[in-house]
């Protein structure tokens, strides 16, 4: 089975800080990789799907790159409604569908 | 725009089971694959699995194989996931979403990415 980490669980950051969140897989999953972001109380939002592609409405301050077993997600200017917790996900192999731990993002 | 809307929250003792009910609106419902996702409290996310509503296949995340079923109604678009001998462990948030259907989808791989999502169905399993 294919295991995921994310790295750092928890960051503390302030308005307009360039933040980097990184997920990796134990095995090569190609481009495989979503991201989502989740606030307290609310459902998961999709931000980045297939690695790289911004999901149509979410603000181009957030990107995506990696292949293989090592991913990134970008928040190029940290804004006030990005504190949340963000989540990376696979979609290649069993168990599948599997997320990562989390990272928590919040206000330094 | 795609919309789900899930139904309220449940409370059950331990060895019952829950029925969640998940109805999309605004797309053709049988276009796309209904995933299903736990979230225990302060936790993070966890696949439960899916099903096609198209002809009402299902993949089960192994943990859950034992105790789950997710059935589609096509004639009100509605999607159900069923948990069974329900232990404290199974308090948490339940989330359905919907995936687009990428090429093919068997239990050793399938592709995509779940959007959007419905708001969540809080289950309680309490004593």
């Known amino acids: 089975d294919i295991q995921m980490t994310q790295s750092p669980s928890s960051l503390s950051s302030s308005v307009g800080d360039r933040v980097t969140i990184t997920c990796r897989t134990s095995?090569?999953?190609?481009?495989?990789l979503n991201w989502y972001q989740q606030k307290p109380g609310k459902a998961p939002k999709l931000l980045i799907y297939?690695?790289?592609n911004l999901q149509r409405g979410v603000p181009s301050r957030f990107s995506g790159s990696g292949f293989g077993t090592d991913f990134t997600l970008t928040i190029s200017s940290l804004q006030p409604e990005d504190f949340a917790t963000y989540y990376c996900?696979?979609?290649?192999?069993?168990?599948?569908?599997?997320f990562g731990p989390g990272t928590k993002v919040d206000i330094k | 725009e795609v919309q789900l809307l899930q139904s309220g929250a449940e409370v059950r003792k331990p060895g019952a089971t829950v029925k969640i009910s998940c109805k999309i609106s605004?797309?053709?419902?049988?276009?796309?694959?209904i995933h299903w996702v736990q979230q225990a409290p302060g936790k993070g996310l966890e696949w439960l699995g899916l099903?096609?509503?198209?002809?009402?296949?299902?993949i089960y995340a192994e943990k859950f194989q034992d105790r789950v079923t997710m059935t589609a109604d096509t004639s009100t678009n509605t999607a159900y996931m069923e948990l069974s001998s329900l232990r404290s462990e199974d308090t948490a948030v339940y989330y359905c979403?919907?995936?687009?259907?990428?090429?093919?989808?068997?239990?050793?791989?399938?592709?995509?990415?779940?959007?959007?999502w419905g708001q969540g169905t809080v289950v309680t399993v309490s004593s």
């Open positions: 996900q696979q979609s290649y192999s069993p168990p599948l569908f599997s």
């Open positions: 979403a919907t995936a687009v259907r990428l090429g093919y989808c068997g239990s050793d791989t399938c592709h995509g990415w779940f959007d959007p």
């Open positions: 605004g797309n053709t419902f049988t276009d796309y694959y």
């Open positions: 095995q090569s999953i190609g481009s495989y």
């Open positions: 099903v096609d509503p198209e002809d009402g296949d299902t």
């Open positions: 297939a690695a790289s």
